[in-house]
């Protein structure tokens, strides 16, 4: 069977977004390995088919894409959740990728990537780099701002990754060096509203960067797709 639009999904009572995504980029995953890059992925589920991809496809089609590309790389690999070498303390917990933050205003919000992978290549004198993300898909629902943080917007998910970043959050839970985070929105238009948002961030500006859906979707190698950034550097 195949789909030109890409994903045929059956909508169902999902987990948590990370852990949704992560269970169909394993089972792409597996078709991927017979050499096939596969147009449709079927949930089992009673409810109504829809064309629309659901975040946790697209987070699926990203790491997919990004897959293929390191493939095609040769020297590049992916990192995938369940591979990255976390903190023990971290990997037993029973949702390490759910995490809270201090911000100034002595509130306090939780953070919960859709997901979190690494990179790993040599460089010319064949030691090991890496580079570790976390991933945001927004699919245009969420407010960018809102008159305060006690309800959710793309503000205090950038907010609570500068706090991740500035309280060094990332190296005593995770164990990374540094970090980026990947936003995938809808519109161009958006792209532009969220990079504007980061200007409201003290530090931590080059921390982000994004992209829109119809972008990413084109991109024909995603290790070279151009991310868009506020500023370069940290």
């Known amino acids: 069977i195949k789909q030109e639009a890409g994903w045929l999904?059956?909508?169902?009572?999902?987990?948590?977004?990370?852990?949704?995504?992560?269970?169909?980029?394993?089972?792409?995953?597996?078709?991927?390995?017979?050499?096939?890059?596969?147009?449709?992925?079927f949930y089992q589920a009673?409810?109504?088919v829809t064309l629309a991809a659901p975040d946790g496809c697209q987070v699926a089609e990203?790491?997919?894409?990004?897959?293929?590309?390191c493939r095609q790389h040769g020297a590049v690999k992916l990192i995938?959740?369940?591979q990255l070498p976390l903190p023990d303390e971290t990997r037993t917990n029973r949702e390490p990728f759910r995490w809270n933050v201090s911000l100034k205003s002595m509130e306090k919000i939780g953070v919960i990537p859709d997901q979190v992978f690494g990179l790993e290549w040599k460089d010319q004198t064949n030691?090991?780099?890496?580079?570790?993300?976390f991933l945001e898909s927004d699919l245009g629902t969420m407010p960018v701002t809102r008159q305060g943080l006690r309800q959710s917007s793309l503000l205090r998910?950038?907010?609570?990754?500068?706090?991740?970043?500035a309280q060094n959050l990332h190296r005593s839970r995770f164990g990374f060096h540094r970090f980026r985070v990947l936003f995938i929105t809808t519109t161009p238009e958006r792209v532009g509203?969220?990079?504007?948002?980061?200007?409201?961030?003290e530090?931590?500006?080059?921390?982000?960067?994004?992209?829109?859906?119809?972008?990413?979707?084109?991109a024909p190698y995603l290790l070279t797709h151009p991310w868009q950034a506020t500023w370069p550097g940290m």
């Open 46 to 48: 009673h409810a109504t």
């Open 62 to 69: 990203f790491l997919v894409k990004l897959e293929l590309a």
């Open 9 to 41: 999904c059956k909508a169902t009572s999902r987990p948590p977004r990370s852990a949704q995504a992560h269970g169909h980029y394993k089972a792409l995953r597996a078709v991927l390995s017979t050499g096939f890059a596969p147009a449709v992925i």
């Open 157 to 165: 998910k950038l907010l609570a990754y500068e706090s991740t970043w």
């Open 80 to 82: 995938t959740t369940d």
């Open 127 to 133: 030691q090991p780099h890496r580079a570790y993300y």
């Open 203 to 218: 530090r931590g500006h080059g921390l982000f960067l994004f992209t829109d859906f119809e972008s990413f979707q084109r």
């Open 193 to 201: 509203h969220l990079m504007e948002s980061t200007r409201l961030l």
